[in-house]
């Protein structure tokens, strides 16, 4: 489901590295020398070149790229090849109560992907995600966040309908009370397993008529409730919202570059397939044509190049 | 700091198993030679054992255990080779407000212990312990439970200073309004890594007089504060909560031997030398002699084959 083309034959990572120095070097930068060994390399093969490039040139590739790109190119490239450790850190030191960005993290990810960026995290920064979440909110977006982002999913598609059946009726009670940020609604959203979470919203549809964000949607305005419909989306459904983000990005005035960014650069090794078909589905624009015409240059070869678009050299 | 006694050569876990399997075999079981093997292998080598039995007599060694075996001694030997996945779904499923197990193992044991306990409870229970955990508690237990089972924390030994100093206050502000329960206070003790919350815990003592734990003793009968303080010592210093533990389950009008073997059980292999000390020190006798004169047969000499006594064979 990854929009990512890696080349059947790929350089070797001492090559690599010795082609992104050079790209660095001399007067100006070789931008589509970047894009097309960085844009064309999967996880592994990027954690590797910024082993071997800092090995080798004594400089976090990081830096290099701090120092020679700029912009919305540059954050592309940062975000592409930095892991979710870094996003989250940047997510808690600026929280506002619109960055869905620890939601994502904490609900978008597999069980086992939230728990090796909490593990990236220690490593990086010497103190856990949950403490720093915590620390920088309060109220009910901490009473949320923090025990989604300290939640270890189990990952197995095994249900219980019985109990299914009884937490969609705690849910549907709770939501009725208007009491969003109750203990129920906060356990059952950051402890249950996916599966199960999907086998009670089903549940909760077919009992109560709406789907759970419909009836979350009270005051559309409301912060926390936005929150709570982003969880319940990137839980269930993160290729449906992921594709909104992108939409809302492309399509308000003055493009949202920062969440293009972020979708393309965490999505395109994930499920960015699904989410262009779901896109122009909903747009019945193909998405490379629409960020085409909202970016330019270095920005848009990356953003095409991570959407698997065959690169006009 | 275990008192394990693992033999220099240790026989081969074919030959192991081979052992057990006669010693459950014909007319009676053979305990002695269940203590000989099972009390002298360390975690790896017991859980090679029980994969190498069942392979070999398709039977789970636990099942052997629980037929063959009675009462305290049955108990002491399945704890011990049973890992804390289990003692942690037990401890969900008998939840009692006194139940300390859940504090011990989401506490006393290092984060990465955790992280694997909770991974073993996915794999054999096809969900997480933190959704067990907030399932069959509530209230203020619930609200401490949940995140401190959740917690990844880090496990170095950096130290903040500054904010082990203004955590130091919110923590006495909030226990002198008797807030024991405030958002704060769970926050600091279920996130915070082990040395932050140590350095905290000197600030307090060091500028408002007392040990944390003595201004937690305000109702020395709330249950919720004594899982507060357990928590409080599980996290700081483990070895002098398990010998109270110890001593009150040795000392009280009949021995509490749930207590008495879940703490040999869990800890012969983590810190029971540091606690035997303290023990001594403690109450002037050395703790084998205190079990031996309290406990009786076979479940004795496992006991005191956990704790590294000379078995008079």
Chains 1, 2 share one sequence.
Not at 123 to 134: G, I, N, Q, T, W
Request: net charge negative; charged share 30%.
């Amino acid at each position: 489901m990854s929009t990512l083309c890696v080349p059947s034959h790929v350089p070797s990572v001492a090559e690599d590295c010795e082609q992104l120095h050079k790209a660095f070097s001399g007067w100006g930068t070789n931008e589509g020398l970047i894009i097309s060994i960085l844009g064309h390399r999967n996880a592994a093969q990027r954690k590797l070149i910024r082993q071997v490039y800092a090995e080798t040139y004594g400089e976090d590739l990081l830096k290099a790229l701090d120092k020679e790109l700029t912009s919305d190119f540059e954050r592309v490239v940062k975000v592409w090849t930095l892991d979710d450790a870094y996003l989250a850190n940047e997510a808690t030191k600026k929280w506002t109560s619109s960055n869905q960005v620890l939601v994502e993290i904490a609900c978008a990810r597999s069980p086992k992907e939230l728990l090796l960026a909490r593990e990236a995290y220690h490593a990086l920064f010497k103190k856990s995600l949950e403490e720093d979440v915590a620390h920088h909110t309060s109220g009910d977006f901490r009473k949320l966040l923090v025990p989604l982002v300290s939640s270890y999913r189990y990952g197995g598609d095994d249900v219980n309908l019985i109990l299914a059946k009884s937490e969609a009726k705690i849910l549907h009670e709770k939501i009725s009370a208007k009491e969003y940020s109750c203990d129920d609604i906060v356990r059952i959203l950051s402890t249950r397993s996916k599966a199960q979470i999907n086998a009670t919203l089903n549940q909760y549809k077919n009992e109560f008529g709406n789907d759970i964000n419909k009836d979350l949607k009270a005051d559309a305005k409301d912060e926390y409730l936005s929150i709570l419909r982003a969880t319940v989306k990137c839980l269930v459904n993160p290729e449906k919202y992921f594709e909104k983000v992108l939409r809302l990005a492309i399509n308000r005035q003055g493009t949202d570059e920062g969440a293009l960014t972020r979708v393309v650069a965490t999505r395109a090794e994930v499920d960015m397939k699904i989410i262009k078909e779901e896109y122009q589905k909903r747009s019945s624009v193909p998405l490379d044509k629409a960020i085409a015409k909202d970016t330019t240059g270095d920005y848009e070869n990356m953003l095409l190049a991570l959407l698997g678009h065959e690169e006009e050299a």
